[in-house]
């Protein structure tokens, strides 16, 4: 097996964005129309002038809350909406579907690559460009994995506060007064009609696959026992200890799994140095990147090799998928709409779906939050860039789960 090194070059290369006018307006169009039937936008008007009155010539970066595979689609059409251009960062792993067909798309749409787990400094330093150049605004979605859990923001990664503050620290070299602004989106999801029997139907089936005796339980309490059965067949295969269907207990089995799974593929590289300090989340997806590297290099190693890193790299995205079951999410009286996001999880864990569907017509509501100029950190951040980053990526955090917890409060209109 090869050395790990530091290379800073993705496994597939780095892409940059490359806006196509005619393809960005079809899809502008498109997206619309879908959205319009599946999944229909309400924003405050009011909301829409804080985007619409952010200074053209200043940086701007977009952080939204990640739940849902249609958060780029809704930030997509406030760009639309605000007449202003957008340039999204996107996992590289999505450029690569459909032998890179989906690649091509994204990139004349104004995404542009990153390898999650690495030290893609080429992604970064294309985003801090993308920042000065004033007419683009930056998306990104900080949370960095889909989460599946709209009413509760995850901890942000700091990198966008690292990017922004090396946007404005290299932009006054020249421009003296030139700064950027922060603002933090929010998008909750709720189904324009009641799910319930729709949840019923799914359960049963995630039942019947797992031979699970229908019951006439509550439906949390089904799902709970859905986890439960699924962690103890992970049990069998990493040799840990029974599995309770309690909820307290269930979590801190979850996070034992998770980490044996992680400890039996981690142990196959030691080459590899991981800080052991760091989320789960985060130690996985460093060695997925590492995995992808040497995927990259064909030359290097044989099929069985190759055969051995695919696998490992999809047992790695299993484990990082358990971290967003979180079963206290659905403790005491858990709403229709959390119980379809774990729903949703459960069935991509058994059917080995990627992608799995809502449950049903949706209302999209978005929030938006006040700018965070961060010009006046500046100066801070170059004494302790660290401590600086992990403090505003909190606070962003904290005012996009504020944002949340808003529109929580309002109810479900149906």
């Known amino acids: ?22 393809v960005i307006g079809i899809f502008h169009f498109l997206n619309a129309l879908d959205l319009a039937w599946h999944n229909r936008l309400r924003i405050d008007p009011d909301d829409l002038e804080i985007l619409k009155n952010i200074p053209m010539d200043s940086g701007l970066i977009l952080t939204a809350n990640h739940s849902d595979e249609m958060d780029p689609k809704v930030v997509f059409e406030l760009s639309r909406l605000c007449h202003r251009r957008f340039t999204f960062m996107i996992n590289s792993e999505a450029f690569e579907e459909f032998h890179g067909l ?113 019951s ?14 699924i962690l103890k067949r992970q049990t069998l295969i990493n040799r840990t200890r029974t599995v309770s269907g309690k909820i307290t207990q269930l979590k801190a089995q979850l996070h034992k799994v998770q980490a044996a799974l992680l400890t039996k593929i981690r142990i196959k590289y030691p080459q ?29 190693f044989g099929l069985k090799s190759r055969i051995q890193f ?44 990627k992608r799995p569907r809502p449950l049903g017509n949706r209302d999209v509501f978005v929030r938006i939050g006040n700018p965070l100029d961060l010009s006046g950190y500046v100066e801070a951040y170059r004494k302790d860039p660290s401590a600086i980053s992990h403090r505003l990526a909190e606070e962003l955090r904290d005012n996009t789960q504020s944002l949340i917890e808003k529109e929580l409060k309002k109810g479900t209109p149906h």
């Not at 509550?218 to 709970?224: E, H, W």
């Open 1 to 22: 097996m090869q050395r790990a090194d530091n290379s800073t070059n993705s496994a597939i290369g780095f892409r940059p964005a490359k806006h196509y006018g005619w």
């Open 102 to 214: 989906i690649g091509w798309f994204l990139q004349h749409l104004g995404g542009f690559s990153v390898e999650r787990g690495g030290n893609d400094q080429m992604a970064r330093s294309y985003a801090v460009e993308v920042i000065k150049n004033d007419s683009d605004a930056l998306v990104m979605f900080p949370e960095g994995e889909i989460s599946y859990l709209n009413d509760l923001v995850q901890p942000f990664k700091t990198g966008v506060i690292h990017m922004d503050l090396q946007a404005i620290a290299e932009a006054r070299k020249t421009r003296p007064l030139w700064t950027a602004y922060l603002l933090p989106l929010a998008i909750k999801y709720r189904y324009r009609k009641p799910i319930g029997s729709i949840l019923d139907k799914k359960i049963r089936a995630i039942e019947k696959h797992l031979l699970i005796r229908a």
């Open 216 to 229: 006439f339980f509550t439906l949390q309490v089904k799902i709970i026992r859905i986890m439960a059965k």
């Open 272 to 300: 590899l140095k991981i800080d052991p300090q760091t989320l789960l989340v985060d130690r996985a997806q460093k060695i997925i990147f590492f995995l992808r590297e040497q995927l990259s290099r064909k030359e290097l």
């Open 310 to 353: 695919q696998k490992d790299i999809k047992d790695l995205k299993e484990t990082i998928q358990m971290a967003g079951w979180q079963p206290q999410y659905i403790g005491l009286a858990p709403s229709e709409e959390r119980l379809a996001e774990i729903v949703m999880k459960l069935e991509r864990e058994v059917f080995n779906l």
